[in-house]
């Protein structure tokens, strides 16, 4: 069993920044792929951002140059640094990975970008 614990989440002001987090219950090191989707109100949710156990990345176009995904395996977590944020941005954050053919997804955080 696995679980994904977000957090990081908040208001921010369109131009700032924010750094999002996914705690994993379990070791990740041997989990391929961690990704990190977004929901807005009324929409479907997509996908921001995948990084792959050899540390290759893909971003969606909103995002890229922007967001930036990495993981820190000693500490079973994954990041999403997010600059240069604006409202497009606003939804709610979640932590996914598809492990042994289960997929698992974190709560969800809320970024609000907002004047």
């Known amino acids: 069993q696995l679980q994904l614990v977000e957090s990081g989440g908040g208001l921010v002001q369109p131009g700032g920044s924010l750094r999002l987090s996914c705690a994993a219950s379990?070791?990740?090191?041997?989990?391929?792929?961690m990704a990190w989707y977004r929901q807005a109100p009324g929409k479907q949710r997509e996908l921001v951002a995948q990084?792959?156990?050899?540390?290759?990345?893909n971003y969606a176009d909103s995002v890229k140059g922007r967001f930036t995904i990495s993981r820190e395996n000693a500490k079973n977590t994954v990041y999403l640094q997010m600059n240069s944020l604006n409202a497009e941005d606003t939804a709610v954050y979640y932590c996914?990975?598809?492990?042994?053919?289960?997929?698992?997804w974190g709560q969800g955080t809320q970024v609000t970008v907002s004047s």
């Open positions: 996914y990975t598809n492990f042994r053919f289960r997929d698992y």
């Open positions: 379990g070791t990740i090191f041997s989990i391929d792929a």
């Open positions: 990084i792959r156990s050899g540390g290759s990345t």
